[in-house]
């Protein structure tokens, strides 16, 4: 196992030190390769700080993670001979906004700017970044212009090829597609689709947007006050008892296949995840 | 009836050659509901600056309740046009919810007595009168939403622009802020929605949709909704059951009572 | 920085609470007046009772302001020191001849060396800070033997030891004064109150309205600001950046990879927070109504008659004596 929590939890200091506990008891297992997990859950119930737990930025209050076999507890930090600096390279965390991490004065520079903080040669890093940006679905253009002159779309894809640069084994991305249109969305997605299938990287994408959810997980984890509630098969998550007890969003293709084998008394088989999917299915199922 | 909003060939340019806007053509109608749709960099945000004069427009006419929208008139527009914003954070200028609310009522000069009435009723209206001395940082991006709502209905405009306002929320805020759009228009509002989510448009009575600049199509939603081929072009993506009846359609799989539910179900959201 | 204390407003319930803003601003700054006007420890004295006996009718703890003053001590100490050592006024006190030999001095280099190793374990820092000091005064005057190259004189002067307590009282309680006005009043209200004492400086073509809205604006985006920084900070963490190593070139670059993202993403927010001020209709320099305001009561008036009492009373007994 790639990431491991046994029992973690993350209590953040608050003013007046009362304390705010953002993860509580968490127990996960996360491979290295080949894995599509979605990461959902309201805002504040704690989908960010768990992520951040997978990279070692932040380290637990309570119980134990296990990195890529590097143990890490609530000692770690003031333990000066541990390195999580090698973890960070192995687990890619791309923050919700661009903004955050765009620095240099062209995107060249900036896709280069991890990987040769872990220590690649220039020319490595230069052939990295002429790689990803087209991974990210842009031109090579693009290296040598500005990173603040482009669109938000843009912009995302530039900072999501500056932590593919830097060769990770699993690809974090927290609400990669939010703002963006559906054109932009969908290729995004396609984007990520690719590098899970052609890398075989683990790709964990924290997101409001259950179509995603639904489409494209091999995996969900739901999160909510800090305490991880589900953690399995996209297509049992959507039973109509979880939707009533967390409040969940239903995904479109999912309700309007219940919505037709209801209504018409048909089955839909195999549950279609894409639109093409159903599109299919509906054909047989009518003829 | 003298429309609340109309446009007469507005273009803008944010310098020498990018043309944000061309020759936009619009009347809004007093209580209308109103989506713009558009993909990202459409000009979608530039025409609601335009709306409340924080932007110029540098041909073209902008009248609002028959008022010629020019430096003069400027802050009498603001008056009836309030506008919430995509990002939660940089629009609450207050140090708590109740000093928020207050921003724009001390702004337009309302007696305290007043002020502290309306804060009372629309801090309520949209639910948050258990937060009102909460400060920013202890609200989620929804609840901030809520704040920047109460604040624009303590203003008493005629209008709201809903710019992106729930693009940046988790589904439960997002459910939240279509609920108030709905009531208010209900109450007599005149509602434009700036998106691009279809499903945000599916209740207003009129879609306008731009196209780097332009007015691409605009009508009656129910009309647009259904354009395939002119959403399609404006990388936006059909509603799924329209897109299901066009599929069939294509396919030319003839089922009436399908189609018909189809068509229902895309109504309802 | 959660320790620091200064500037940060602690819930309560004493009457220093309910006074109007403007009235302690304008008490705090009459009461330094007068602290600054006394010329005699006696009258400072009794100053530091008065002051007390705020803290104790007020109901604030003294620790708190204790920890408001701790950022201070050494400012303290060092004036303390340096009036001790260096002022050759006024009668001698005490005189002690020190011997300087390579021994001596290697004893003192080793004490300094000992106690900045040890210092992070004592609790009571203040205290082993002088402790040290005293140890370097005994091996320089005690321990004399051949190798001595050279003598010199540690002579405490009367007016050395005066001056530096003086000092010392004065900026006590100038510092207490300011921390019970910080403590007092939530930041809001301090920007009122300042707002309301400013507005005469309109004759100099200061705006107070538009500085109370500045500040009002920077109180509430600190937070946000922080939090940003924080995330800034994780997000080029989770690049590589180890921002507790690395050679002085890669703190350069450490740093404006946290700058530069901060730079642009506060540019963007004040241009967004200007359209949505501005959206509702706020236009600077212009007339506005207030939810909140500032009621004068017979306490304020009290407080601001027995201030100007202090401070008349300081001028006159400087003026006669």
Same mark, same amino acid.
């Given at each position: 196992m790639a990431i491991k929590f046994e029992r973690v939890s993350f209590q953040y200091k608050g003013? $007046?030190?009362?304390? &705010?506990?953002?993860?509580?008891?968490v127990n996960l297992q996360i491979d290295k390769e080949g894995e599509f997990i979605t990461l959902i859950g309201e805002t504040g119930s704690g989908k960010s700080t768990l992520a951040q737990h997978m990279n070692a930025l932040i380290q637990p209050t309570e119980g134990r993670i296990s990195l890529f076999g590097l143990k890490i507890d609530s000692t770690t930090k003031k333990k *000066?001979?541990?390195?999580l600096n090698p973890i960070r390279k192995k687990v890619g965390l791309v923050f919700q906004f661009p903004e955050y991490q765009l620095f240099e004065e062209t995107v060249e520079k900036d896709i280069m700017f991890g990987p040769k903080n872990f220590g690649m040669s220039t020319e490595d890093a230069k052939r990295k970044a002429e790689e990803m940006i087209e991974v990210v679905?842009?031109? *090579? $253009? &693009?290296?040598?212009?500005?990173?603040?002159?482009?669109?938000g779309g843009e912009k995302k894809r530039v900072s999501i090829a500056g932590i593919l640069a830097m060769e990770p084994d699993i690809l974090i991305l927290d609400?990669?597609?939010?703002?963006?249109?559906p054109l932009g969305r969908n290729a995004l997605l396609e984007v990520f689709h690719r590098i899970h299938t052609t890398l075989n990287k683990t790709v964990i994408i924290i997101t409001h947007d259950m179509n995603t959810v639904y489409q494209y997980a091999k995996r969900v984890l739901v999160m909510r006050e800090g305490v991880l509630v589900y953690d399995g098969d996209p297509l049992k998550l959507f039973s109509r008892g979880n939707i009533d007890k967390w409040n969940l969003d239903v995904p479109d293709i999912l309700s309007l296949t219940r919505d037709l084998e209801t209504s018409f008394n048909i089955t839909l088989s195999p549950?279609?995840?894409t639109r093409q999917d159903l599109f299919k299915a509906l054909e047989e199922a009518l003829s | 009836m003298q429309p609340m909003i109309s446009l007469e060939g507005v273009s803008f340019k944010?310098?020498? %050659?990018? =043309?944000? !806007?061309?020759d936009v053509n619009l009347t809004i109608k007093k209580g209308e509901w109103v989506s713009i749709l558009g993909h990202n960099g459409s000009g979608k945000s530039t025409l609601s600056k335009l709306l409340v004069g924080l932007l110029k427009a540098s041909e073209g006419t902008i009248k609002v309740d028959g008022i010629v929208l020019n430096e003069d008139t400027v802050y009498d527009i603001r008056k009836k046009i309030g506008i919430v914003f995509q #990002?939660?954070? #940089?629009?609450?200028?207050?140090?708590t919810v109740r000093d928020d609310i207050a921003f724009g009522l001390e702004n337009l000069q309302i007696e305290r007595q007043d002020m502290i009435k309306r804060i009372d009723t629309y801090v309520k209206k949209v639910d948050m009168f258990d937060f009102?001395?909460? =400060?920013? %940082?202890? !609200?989620s991006g929804g609840q901030k939403q809520r704040v920047a709502i109460a604040g624009i209905l303590a203003m008493e405009t005629d209008v709201i622009i809903f710019? =992106?306002?729930?693009?940046? !929320?988790?589904p439960k805020g997002r459910r939240m802020i279509l609920s108030y759009m709905r009531e208010l228009n209900k109450e007599g509002v005149t509602i434009i929605t700036i998106t691009h989510d279809m499903k945000e448009t599916i209740e207003s009575d009129r879609i306008v949709i731009l196209k780097n600049g332009s007015v691409l199509k605009h009508g009656p939603s129910n009309d647009i909704l259904n354009d395939k081929e002119t959403l399609e072009k404006s990388n936006l993506e059909l509603l799924l059951p329209l897109e299901l009846m066009h599929h069939l359609e294509q396919h030319n799989i003839q089922n009436e009572r399908l189609k018909k539910h189809l068509w229902q179900l895309s109504l309802n959201g | 920085m959660k320790n620091v204390v200064i500037g940060r407003y602690i819930p309560g319930h004493s009457f220093l609470y309910h006074l109007d803003p403007r009235t302690k601003i304008m008490a705090l700054l009459i009461l330094m007046a007068a602290a600054f006007v006394v010329d005699d420890i006696m009258h400072l004295l009794i100053g530091l009772a008065l002051v007390i006996g705020v803290l104790l009718i007020g109901k604030i703890s003294i620790k708190r302001v204790y920890l408001g003053l701790r950022p201070l001590m050494f400012l303290l100490i060092f004036t303390f020191v340096f009036q001790v050592l @260096?002022?050759?006024?006024?009668?001698?006190?005490y005189e002690e001849t020190l011997y300087y030999s390579p021994i001596t001095i290697g004893l003192v280099v080793l004490t300094v060396v000992f106690w900045g190793f040890t210092k992070k374990f004592i609790r009571f820092r203040l205290l082993y800070f002088l402790l040290m000091l005293f140890t370097i005064l005994a091996i320089l005057s005690l321990i004399q033997e051949p190798l001595t190259f050279r003598t010199g004189a540690f002579v405490v002067h009367e007016d050395g030891l005066r001056l530096a307590f003086f000092i010392m009282v004065r900026l006590i309680i100038i510092v207490t004064l300011s921390t019970i006005l910080t403590i007092t009043t939530k930041p809001t209200d301090l920007n009122l109150g300042l707002e309301q004492i400013l507005k005469p400086l309109k004759l100099v073509r200061i705006n107070a309205e538009e500085v109370a809205m500045i500040i009002s604006i920077s109180l509430r985006y600190i937070p946000t600001l922080l939090d940003e920084a924080n995330k800034i900070m994780l997000a080029q963490a989770s690049r590589g950046?180890? @921002?507790?190593e690395g050679k002085l070139k890669e703190k350069v670059v450490q740093i404006v990879s946290l700058l530069v993202p901060m730079f642009i993403i506060s540019f963007k927010r004040s241009d967004e927070l200007a359209n949505a001020m501005e959206a509702r209709s706020f236009v600077p320099g212009q007339p506005r109504t207030r939810l909140h305001v500032l009621k004068w009561k017979l306490n304020d008036s009290i407080i601001i008659v027995f201030s100007l009492t202090i401070l008349i009373t300081t001028i006159m007994a400087r003026v006669l004596i």
């Open positions: 003013i $007046d030190n009362k304390g &705010y506990l953002a993860l509580s008891d *000066k001979k541990i390195k679905g842009l031109h *090579k $253009d &693009y290296l040598s212009r500005s990173p603040f002159n482009l669109s609400e990669p597609t939010s703002g963006l249109d549950p279609p995840r | 944010y310098n020498q %050659s990018t =043309e944000a !806007l061309k #990002n939660p954070d #940089n629009q609450f200028v207050g140090v009102i001395n909460k =400060e920013p %940082s202890q !609200l710019d =992106e306002a729930t693009s940046m !929320l988790d | @260096f002022n050759r006024q006024g009668p001698v006190l950046v180890d @921002f507790e």
